[in-house]
Every structure is written in C-alpha cells, then in structure tokens.
C-alpha cells in the first residue's frame, strides 16, 4: 500500500494491487514484454469508494523525488516501489498527467508518459497483418509522427511498431533517450509479435533503432524494416519521416490510368543516379535529367535501386531498407518531387525493386529478432551461395505482405509508373545456382518454388487492381512459360518481361567481324520466332557494360567510324524489333569506357562531332518511335509484324514491316555487312512513294551519307512475297526506315491514321492490310495478350 498526496493534501490510504519482485525487476531491467499493465494508469476499486481510484506508475531509476502533474496543476507524489519503480494514488480519475523526476544533482526531467496511451494500431489492422493481407502495411508499421489521443486532449509525438515473433523484450532506441530504451520498453500486443509504444513529445527526423532481446538472451540492436527514411550510409540508423509534399502531376496520373502501357510507346533510359552526374540529389537532378530526356527524346527514365543500402558498389541491388529512399540523394520528398517534374515534363518512371534477396548486415532484416524471420530457416531456401545474401521466406504470410505492400508503397507514395523486378529467375527454381544435394524439391518432387510463383502473382495481380496504367517488368533470364500470362490462367502475371536472349544473341552477332557475320545471321532473326510468346522488352542494361564486358561501343569490330555505324544499326535494330526496348546510360553517346559506379559518364567525349552524331541520332531514333504506332502499338500480337526477307545471309540484310492497328507500314530494311549495296530490290506491301523515314548513315549523325535522297518509288513489281518492291541503296552497316508517303502526309498534318491506309487495302484494327499477307502471315496468338490480374 502507496502512501499519495494531491496538492500536497494528505489522503487516506488505499488498497492497491502487490507487485511481485520479480514483475519490477523485469520493469526496471526494460525485459517485460507488457509495461503497459505495470506503467502508467490504471482503474482500481476500493471497497467504499464509488469511484475507481487511479494508480499511475512510472519507471524512474535514480530519482529522488517522482511527481505525476495533472492537466489542472494538481499534483500526486509517487512512492519507490523498488527497482526504479514508482506509485502514487489520484481520487480525480483517468486524465492526460506529465512525469516529473527529480534527482540528487538537483536537476529535475518532466515529460509527458508514453504508457499512458492506447495502442496506436487498431484490432483491424493486427487482424489484416496476421492473415498477411494488409495491403497498405506501410501506414501502420514502422515510426509515424501523428496526433494520438490521450484523456482529454491529443499529444503528438511518434508511434513506434516492429513485428518481431522470437523476441522476449523490445526497447526503442534513439538521439532522444541517449540510446538507452530502458524508459522506452515496448509493449506486445499479439500472438503475432506485433510490438508497440507511442512516444509523446518526439518529431520527425528523429534518429531510432530497436534494441531487441532475443530468445537466447542476447540484445541486439535493428533498423527499423518499415522505415521510411534512414541516416546516410554509412550511418544505419532509421528516420522518423514525414511528408509535408504536395503533388502537381494530377494530369500525368489521369491519363496514366486510361491507357494500357503495353500498347504505348516506351522506350526506357536506365539510370544509376549516383553516377550519372556525381554530386546530384534527388532536386538538383531534376532540371538536367528532363532536360536530356527531352533532348534524347525518352519515354521513360529507370532508376537502378532506389531503396537504402548500406554498400555503394552494389547499385542498390543489396537492399536493407525496402521503404526508405536512399538518403544518399536527399529527403523522401526530393525522391517525390523529382518524379513529380519528370511526370509534368511527360516523363514516366521505372524502379528496380528487388525482393529476390537481401544483404546479411547485422543491422538490418538478417536475423532480425535473432532468429530467421524474413530469410527461410533452411539454408537450402534461404541462401543465395553466389551472391552472399539471404532469400526472403516467401511462403510466410507476414513475410509476404511484407513484400506486397513494399511494391504498393512505392506505387503510391512515389507516384512509380512501374516496378522492374529484379533476379526474377532466382526465385522461381529451388535449384538456382544449386548443386544437387543442396536443394529441396517442393511437395510435387519439382524444381518449381511455388511459394515465389504465388507471391509474384499476387503482387502483380494487386498492383494491376489498385494502379491502373502502371507496368510491372520481369527480369527472366529462362524459358520459363508464361511469365506475362495472366494470373488468372496460371501465368506469373507481369506485363513485360526482360527478352534476355535477344540481348545475348544480338550482342553476340554485332560483335562478329562483318565478313563473318553471314555465319552467324541466325543469331539475329531467331527472336522473331519467339517474339509474341511473352510481351517482351528488349535490354541492353548495365548488366553489359561492367565487370569486364566493356561498353557497348567497345564490343562493335572495326575502326572508331565503324564501331560508331555499328552502334546506330544495332539500336535500330533494337527499336525496330517488336517489343520496349531500354538503354544504359553512356551507350546513348558512345561512352568508350567500360561504366563504374565510382565515376561518372564520359561527358567530355561529347566534344567529338562523331559523338555528338550518336546522341542525335539516339534522339532522332526516339522521336520516329513515338510518333509512328507501327513500331509500338502491335508490340504483342503477330499482327503488328511481317517480314520481307529474314533469310539473305550472303548480304548480312534483314527486312521486316511493323503495323498499325489501322494498316499502316513501316519497312526497316538492315545492312550489317561492311560494304554498301546500291540496286537492292526490296519488297513492299504496296508501290507508290516511300518516305526515307530514317537512315543511320546520315552525315547530320556521322555517317557517309549513302542513302536514297530522303524517298523511293516502288513499282508493281512483286518481290519477296510482296505485291511491290523498290530498288534500294542500303548503307554499309546502316538501317533504314521507310514509311508510305501517304502516312507521312497524315502524320505531318495529324491526319487520323486511318487516312494513310494504302489504296486498295482495306484496314481493320488487329490485321494485315494485304490479304496476300494475311494469307502468309500466322495466326494471331491471343495467349500472348496481357491480361496480368484480371
């Protein structure tokens, strides 16, 4: 029993409940799992007493003197219980109180007591976090500065809340109480290991960590999984975070969600921020990169990892920190206001993400309450060996949401048009990169890790349901079927997929002296056979321009002039092709050297007029792309594609047409060998003048300027199994581009496409204009339609 005063009034004496030893010796030791049910207020009954009278306890270790201050300045001393735990009694009820200690020094500490507070997670979101579907987790784990609701008015400060299973104790730990979580013990609130503790009086950009006692006694100390911000590496502590940006893309976000971005223009500049132009933040870059997106005339800019890590030299593909933006480039709302700009300058923005692992640092999700919690607990599921990372436990429901939601955050707090998934391939085989012995077959006897297949489509399936118009792009390096079918009918329900085999068989072929290149001509048509079986995006990422591979420039044959034609032939080529396409920076202007993330671009090369044609021509290539729908609007279906000659090995030449939905052609004829070819016939769907619509030969991008004086006429004169063709002079390593006059008139004016069918033909939406083509051609394949999340 307490002896209290209030106002200093003595009181009569109470009887109030007994604390074991041991329960203040848990309390003062900061291991007790509950502190709210010994600290703060709590109603007791007194036999006599109509109303409940209120024990209000406090950890103070060392103190003097202890004191709750009421709202109406009266006062209740607070007796030592032991162990730094003390008691008093108020007969005024529950009410809003301050702590105030005093200690032998004479200094004296008041603040507001954060174990007077509710929880600040409600019963729906526990229940929606334990079935492993909280598809907005972001907004209930983590640190939130916020306004809490005490007695009779609300105190702002931070909510902190962990999920942590294994741990016996859980402190928060930060700038604000010295690193000592002894007076900031959090509570568990259920079975599932949820953790909480609202701390009144703290703000935003508070530095804290969560100091966790594991099961085996030890205390180890963890960035928080769920923060949003986070101290610049090297420092690893996390953020409490707050957004005070207003966005301005309204119009961006509205037309984003009225068109399929699959059968949009898109052609991608892949970006490593930090290397780009070195010493830009998030705002600083935002004016440069427009600026040279819209010269170069892209679609879209993706940006290697954003998230936080800890190792520079990993471009971001060891995450450690999956919500934060990496404070290397600014605040959270510098990432946010740059995608804001790129979306008004008409710019849309890709992110790598990387859910396929996660770095071992003992700071981060390793061992995160001291026993396997993200990773798997069998080594042969939780480990990549090759890399020296961990492999998150995608069977596990919390584990799970974990990952959905960071998909959905970035969506929706960023404004990202679309999420690139990294290592794809790695999380679909239980024998990644495994010798046999060192993996284990799932409950059928195959390879197939089908926990993995169920999270991507559900994250796919999710992120198509609640953002129309954004992409969700897979890095899949294997034949595995299906990876941008529908969830719906099995598939893993990506909207595009990284066509890894074109960029090695292309690569591969544009390396070949020209004089050889007629052995090797199978290298650059055999995508076309596999072309519409996925909805495809053609790479050529920083994947191929390091450790030792060179830059693209660099892996051309010949002298300088001709490594540079060889580059203008082959990103033809690329955009030509059926499917997205996406460049590395550097390629973009011939960076001779190879890229590092130590340094930036080879800016200075742009000196050189030959450079400086690449980049126009890169410029030029874009703004043909977008304005001219054959060459993207049919990417996925056969539809979109015919060809005029795949099979002229002897030349090094390759001839194909692309459509529009509405029948109108574009001819890009190749030339990859070294010398040029006048008096070339061509065939082509109908005669009549053909605008030159591109020739990478042209001297305005350092060319030699052989081409055919900006047109051509074709005759009724049948050729290549078409109805017409043309005689051509077709320059040495040089692609061309050809479109119907009639086409380019419409273009010119904004004609409806329709305007520019050819004379006789009779256009429908999905096919051939020529009936002799249509005949020719192969049936549509509708399985290779996206449908991901219906």
């Not at 024990?55 to 709202?71: E, W």
């Not at 998909?407 to 391939?425: K, M, N, P, S």
């Not at 990422?541 to 082959?570: C, I, T, Y």
Request: glycine share 10%.
């Amino acid at each position: 029993m307490a002896s209290t005063t209030v106002d200093s009034t003595p009181e009569p004496s109470f009887d109030l409940p007994v604390l074991p030893e041991s329960e203040l010796e848990r309390i003062a030791q900061g291991v007790h799992s509950g502190p709210h049910a010994v600290l703060g207020q709590h109603p007791i009954a007194q036999e006599g007493v109509a109303d409940p009278v209120v024990a209000i306890r406090a950890l103070r270790p060392l103190a003097d003197k202890v004191t709750a201050v009421l709202p109406t300045g009266a006062r209740v001393d607070l007796a030592h219980l032991g162990h730094g735990v003390w008691q008093g009694v108020s007969i005024l009820g529950l009410s809003d109180y301050l702590i105030e200690a005093r200690y032998a020094d004479g200094t004296e500490w008041t603040v507001d007591d954060p174990y007077r507070y509710l929880p600040s997670i409600g019963d729906l979101d526990l229940y929606l976090f334990g079935e492993g579907r909280h598809e907005r987790l972001w907004h209930v784990l983590g640190a939130h500065h916020r306004e809490h609701w005490g007695v009779e008015k609300p105190a702002s400060g931070v909510s902190f809340t962990v999920w942590a299973p294994h741990a016996r104790a859980v402190q928060v730990i930060g700038d604000f109480n010295g690193w000592d979580g002894i007076l900031h013990a959090m509570r568990r609130l259920d079975q599932n290991g949820v953790w909480e503790l609202f701390v009144p009086g703290l703000g935003p950009d508070t530095s804290y960590k969560f100091k966790i006692l594991t099961a085996d006694g030890r205390w180890i100390e963890k960035a928080d999984p769920m923060a949003q911000y986070a101290e610049v590496p090297p420092a690893t502590a996390s953020v409490v975070a707050s957004s005070s940006y207003t966005w301005n893309d309204d119009e961006w976000m509205t037309r984003r969600a009225s068109v399929d971005p699959h059968n949009q223009p898109m052609s991608v500049y892949e970006l490593h921020l930090g290397s780009w132009r070195p010493g830009l933040g998030y705002r600083d870059a935002a004016d440069q990169l427009i600026d040279y997106l819209r010269e170069t005339n892209y679609t879209h800019v993706e940006f290697l990892p954003l998230a936080e890590h800890p190792f520079g030299g990993s471009w971001g593909y060891q995450v450690t920190g999956y919500y934060a933006p990496t404070s290397r480039f600014g605040h959270p709302d510098d990432l946010r206001y740059l995608v804001d700009r790129l979306h008004q300058a008409g710019i849309g923005v890709i992110m790598d993400w990387v859910p396929a692992h996660f770095p071992k640092d003992e700071f981060a999700l390793a061992r995160f309450d001291g026993q396997p919690l993200y990773e798997h607990s069998d080594p042969r599921k939780g480990e990549h060996q090759d890399w020296g990372t961990l492999v998150f436990d995608f069977g596990e429901s919390h584990v799970r949401n974990f990952l959905v939601a960071n998909a959905l955050f970035w969506l929706e707090e960023f404004h990202i048009d679309g999420l690139r998934v990294d290592a794809v391939a790695s999380m679909l085989y239980l024998d990644y990169s495994r010798n046999h012995g060192e993996w284990e077959p799932n409950i059928h006897g195959g390879r197939e890790n089908l926990e993995a297949i169920a999270f991507l489509q559900e994250v796919n399936a999710t992120a198509y349901k609640l953002y129309p118009g954004v992409v969700m792009i897979a890095e899949e390096s294997t034949a595995w079927g299906g990876v941008t079918s529908p969830t719906s009918a099995g598939g893993l329900g990506f909207g595009l997929k990284w066509n890894m085999g074109w960029m090695n068989d292309s690569l591969r072929y544009m390396h070949q002296d020209p004089m050889y290149r007629s052995y090797h001509h199978n290298e650059m048509t055999f995508s076309f056979v596999y072309s519409f079986t996925e909805s495809f995006l053609l790479p050529i990422s920083h994947d191929e321009v390091v450790h030792g591979k060179g830059s693209l420039l660099s892996k051309m044959p010949g002298d300088h002039w001709q490594k540079l034609a060889n580059v203008r032939a082959f990103l033809a080529f690329q955009w030509a092709h059926p499917g997205k396409q996406l460049l590395f920076m550097g390629s973009e202007f011939g960076q001779i050297s190879e890229w590092s993330e130590e340094r930036g671009l080879d800016w200075w090369i742009l000196d050189q007029p030959s450079h400086q044609g690449l980049l126009r021509f890169v410029g030029q290539l874009n703004r043909i792309y977008r304005e001219t729908p054959a060459l993207w609007e049919q990417d996925n279906t056969e539809a979109g594609f015919s060809w005029i000659d795949g099979g002229d090995t002897g030349n090094s030449v390759i001839s194909f047409l692309r459509w529009d939905r509405h029948g109108s052609p574009v001819a890009a004829i190749f030339n990859f060998s070294g010398r040029p070819l006048g008096g070339y016939r061509v065939g082509l769907p109908h005669g009549g003048v053909w605008e030159e619509l591109l020739n990478s030969d042209a001297g305005e991008f350092g060319g030699s300027g052989v081409g055919n004086y900006g047109s051509v006429t074709a005759e009724d004169v049948p050729h290549q199994g078409q109805p017409a063709s043309v005689e051509l002079t077709i320059p040495p390593l040089g692609a061309l581009f050809l479109r119907p006059r009639a086409r380019a008139e419409a273009a010119a004016v904004g004609a409806p496409a329709e305007a520019a069918a050819p004379a006789g033909s009779t256009p429908d939406e999905g096919s051939l204009p020529s009936p002799a083509e249509a005949e020719a051609a192969p049936a549509p394949n509708p399985g290779a339609t996206r449908a991901a999340g219906a």
